[in-house]
């Protein structure tokens, strides 16, 4: 099972960047997705999560900018970012819980990608 991500690059100051994220390989099904992001000296952070029924949540720091979205069709998910800021400037990581037999879940993680905001 892999976690592939697309998108990111260098964006001005309320500029927009999408993300998206695939999930290939042998699996059931695929449960919550979520993207999170580290700058430079922070922990990682939660982004942004969709659960499998649609119903997304999204950190104080980007709501009303950042979208998160997914095709169950196509295992994929998706962020969608406006009005990007200097401090959005981070590796964006996917996340997803995926149902690999009838009886586990696993977590995954994409390989990162970097978002940088210039301003």
């Known amino acids: 099972v892999q976690l592939q991500a697309y998108g990111g690059g260098l964006a001005q100051a309320g500029g927009c960047l999408r993300l998206s994220c695939a999930v290939s390989g042998r699996i059931v099904s695929v449960d919550t997705m979520g993207w999170y992001r580290q700058a430079p000296g922070k922990q990682r952070e939660l982004v942004a999560s969709?659960?499998?029924?649609?119903?997304?949540n999204h950190a104080d720091s980007v709501k009303g900018r950042f979208a998160i979205s997914r095709d169950n069709a196509k295992n994929t998910v998706y962020l969608q970012m406006n009005s990007l800021k200097p401090e959005d400037t981070a590796v964006y990581y996917c996340?997803?819980?995926?149902?690999?037999?009838?009886?586990?879940?696993?977590?995954?993680w994409g390989q990162g990608t970097l978002v940088t905001v210039s301003s």
């Open positions: 969709v659960a499998s029924g649609g119903s997304t």
């Open positions: 996340n997803a819980k995926i149902r690999v037999n009838i009886l586990k879940f696993n977590e995954y």
